[in-house]
């Protein structure tokens, strides 16, 4: 009963902060470290960068642990004359980059929490003073990992496009 209410509650976190997610979160664990809750993983997005964070809490650690957070960053960028006004983007190039934070904290009596964030950018030049402009980003593979000495406990959430 326990894990099916985890699991509405994280499809429900998904959904507010309006990120298109998998529409379940799995939680695996060893030992007793696991996760308070569900970690919240959140997605923001401009016309030059786009960022992935993941905020949580901990119990059944030792004295410190440490929080990863992995994903696969789809990045889709695009050059938009600068003289144009809402000209959508030419020269589409997709690329793919592994993303990642990691933070070690302390933890007291067991208990800790986490913070991680992440960001991909624009990495091309355009032609004739052209703007490179981000277009779409989608994270695949979204992971938050925390391990300590008394185990480790993961969260993977699938897909995420700010």
Known sequence: ???????????????????QAASAVTITQSGGLHFVGTPTVTTTKDATSATLSAIGEVAGAGTTATATLTATAEVTTGCINRGSKDQQPSGLERTFTQVSDT????TRSGRGTFSLSTTVGIDRTCPDQMVPVLVSVVFHDVTVTVTSQTGTTTAFFGDIDP
Request: glycine share 4%.
């Open 103 to 106: 933070d070690t904290f302390r």
């Open 1 to 19: 009963m326990k894990r099916a209410l985890v699991m509405f509650v994280t499809s429900a976190s998904c959904l507010l902060v309006g990120a």
